[in-house]
């Protein structure tokens, strides 16, 4: 009872009288501060020990901060601080009396709680017969004290992992049943910490039973649980008066707004699963040495193998559980070889699970924020950059929502009045159009226009440039309508919709390396394309055109093709179906173009337009070096005459190719492509 306990040092027995009351343990207790005072803090762990607990708490152990058994208030690190940076760890004496003045070191909870090397069973063999015996664990009473709030949320991640799915590990909830949770907010930060970008600290939001806040003179006590309760009635505590409660809210809030939110974690999930193919994962693999200190740090991290210890005659076997690592050569080895055999493939799969594949499977994310995997790291590799630099946070712009379109309603037209004409080949003419409505301009590579003439069809024909004031299409003249159009000059004017449809997903090639591939007319759609690419050219790495005529007389924008491969940053390769006396390139279908080039498909990302045939050959051959459907683009042409997904005309499958395209991931069009009759 408390009458028996010792006053609080230095205070009158009066106020030891306002001490916490066993009975006292309703709802309103649950939350509310108390204070004990710094030469107390020592009865807390004699309490614990006195319950038959093992005591694990933080101490100084081989020149780092770590958890340990701890047997009273001195081993605790008095005075003692950390200094981290990427791949740095030192301690500082602090000069002062602050037991919890540091942030985390490389051991957490984990260590307790999911041991390593587990003994599991004993396997016999005696003849024909075999048995297998449980080996008996004896799992401590354990208490742990100084844990932080990223730890707490690491323990509820593992509680989730362990115990939330159909089959539970029995040893880790014998060990979790049994433990008793003694947090610490944080009144201090490392370089490192990112826990306020996970959602997870500075302070203790749950999962303890009970929480301090440090301050000068002793410690501000939140309780958490019963249990909790039951353990602060034995303690010589009283109400923590407003100052005190207002200073142990200040120092975490300063600690919040020190860390600020280095990993904006918005989106992050989806944001990360788009850049399988980000160059940037062989770049982390040129520094990273797959040594798996990330792994064996993290509070989080269960990945495990099961071992056996075998007698010598073979009669009985010991299997064990072990901490193990997907950074390990050997994690991902079958029988016929290693599906991660490369160090970039290891540490997609470590950051992918953390911050994306572990939501879909756990809830939450895999990581909470602690740091220690930058720390620990021997070569400083820090997750919060290749975050960012792998995954960037999509701003305002970067995905332009595609312009509302005039007269888009069937039979409403507004009129452009053409500018320029450029006789592109025999049968193919190039409008620039002027005077055209603001939306044309602020039109996107890929979209088409409703074209109209009098007495004519309407003809949906792609944009084949977007000028400051003028657009241009490009136009082969293949029946009455189209030879109209090819037919006008200058000041002629001409019945326009749009722009309508899907655009090239520009922003999704940025960081890969471009392929475009076309024949023929295809040339045109890409054009404003390969335009956007030129303008932006620091954001692709190689960028590389194969384009097929019928005859090199029948190549479009012949001055634009030379001028690009004289760039010196455009691979332009060109072939023929026939030469002429003066063609000394390739003759054959464009796809020979790439059959024997040693470009890596999987960093690559594919624009493809032409005839469907010629773009089903081109899907087969990029497919074959390893782009994913997702990473290839087509564009479709079908009987358009609404241009807004009304009329019915351009219906593929579940799409209508005017409204959901023309411009299609592979991926989205799934087994309609190339079908016949579809």
């Keep these: 009872m408390v009458a028996s306990e010792p006053p609080i040092s230095g205070q009158p027995a009066s106020l030891a009288a306002q001490a916490f009351r066993p009975g006292e343990t309703g709802g309103s207790q649950l939350g509310a501060d108390w204070f004990l005072a710094r030469p107390n803090l020592g009865v807390l762990i004699d309490a614990l020990r006195a319950d038959g607990r093992t005591v694990v708490g933080p101490r100084v152990v081989d020149g780092a901060i770590t958890y340990a058994e701890i047997e009273s208030a001195d081993d605790l690190p008095i005075g003692v601080g950390d200094e981290q940076a990427p791949g740095h760890y030192r301690l500082v004496e602090r000069g002062d009396r602050r037991a919890f003045d540091y942030t985390v070191g490389p051991l957490s909870p984990k260590r307790w709680t999911f041991p390593s090397p587990l003994s599991l069973n004993v396997g016999t063999r005696d003849g024909r017969d075999v048995t297998f015996e449980r080996v008996a664990t004896e799992t401590p009473r354990l208490a742990f004290i100084g844990v932080r709030a990223c730890e707490l949320a690491a323990l509820g991640i593992h509680d989730r992992v362990m115990l939330g799915g159909p089959y539970t590990d029995e040893d880790y909830r014998t060990r979790r049943q049994g433990a008793l949770v003694i947090a610490v907010n944080c009144s201090t930060s490392s370089s490192t910490c990112f826990c306020t970008s996970m959602g997870t600290g500075p302070a203790a939001r749950g999962g303890y039973d009970l929480a301090l806040t440090e301050l000068d003179e002793g410690f501000v006590v939140r309780i958490g649980s019963p249990a909790g309760a039951d353990l602060l009635a034995r303690l010589p505590v009283r109400a923590a008066d407003g100052d005190q409660r207002a200073s142990a809210a200040e120092a975490v809030a300063a600690v919040a707004k020190r860390i600020g939110d280095p990993v904006p974690s918005a989106g992050l999930h989806d944001r990360l699963m788009a850049q399988f193919d980000s160059p940037q994962w062989a770049k982390i693999a040129e520094r990273c040495l797959s040594c798996a200190n990330c792994t064996m740090v993290c509070p989080t991290c269960f990945c495990n ?68 995997c930058i720390t620990w790291c021997p070569v400083g590799i820090d997750v919060r950059a290749e975050l960012l630099a792998i995954a960037p946070p999509l701003t305002p712009g970067r995905e332009p929502a595609a312009p509302r379109p005039v007269a888009a309603a069937p039979g409403w037209y507004v009129s452009g009045r053409v500018v320029s004409v450029r006789q592109e080949t025999s049968d193919v003419t190039t409008l620039t159009v002027g005077d055209v409505d603001d939306a044309f301009l602020a039109g996107q590579p890929g979209q088409f226009a409703m074209l109209d003439l009098p007495s004519f069809p309407q003809l949906p024909i792609s944009i084949s440039r977007f000028g400051r004031d003028t657009v241009d299409f490009t136009i082969r003249a293949a029946g009455p309508a189209t030879a109209a159009l090819t037919a006008l000059g200058p000041r002629d004017e001409v019945g326009l919709r749009g722009p309508l449809g899907t655009s090239w997903p520009i922003e999704r090639a940025m960081g890969h390396d471009v392929v475009i591939v076309t024949g023929g007319i295809g040339l045109a759609p890409l054009r404003p394309l390969i335009d956007s690419l030129v303008a932006q050219r620091d954001q692709f790495d190689a960028i590389r055109l194969y384009y097929g005529a019928r005859t090199p007389s029948d190549q479009l924008y012949q001055e634009e093709l030379r001028g690009w491969g004289a760039r010196g940053d455009i691979d332009v390769q060109l072939t023929v179906d026939r030469a002429d006396d003066a063609w000394t390139g390739p003759v054959g279908v464009v796809t020979h173009l790439f059959d024997r080039a040693t470009w890596d498909g999987s960093r690559s990302v594919a624009f493809v337009c032409g005839p469907e045939r010629m773009m089903e050959a081109t899907v087969d051959a990029l497919e074959a070096r390893d782009l994913a459907p997702d990473r290839i683009f087509v564009t479709l042409e079908r009987h358009m005459q609404c241009g807004i997904g009304l009329c019915g005309h351009c219906q593929i499958g579940r799409l209508f190719v005017c409204r959901d395209g023309p411009v299609f991931a592979l991926a989205q069009l799934g087994d309609i492509f190339g079908r016949e009759g579809i």
């Design 305 to 372: 193998t099961v071992i056996q210890q075998s007698a010598l005659d073979g009669s009985t076997s010991t299997s064990e559980r072990i901490w193990d690592s997907c950074f390990t050569a050997g994690f991902a080895r079958v029988a016929g070889g290693n599906f991660r055999s490369r160090p970039r493939d290891r540490y997609r799969q470590w950051l992918t699970h953390k911050f994306a594949t572990w939501v879909d499977q756990f809830g939450s994310f895999g990581c909470v924020g602690c740091g220690r």
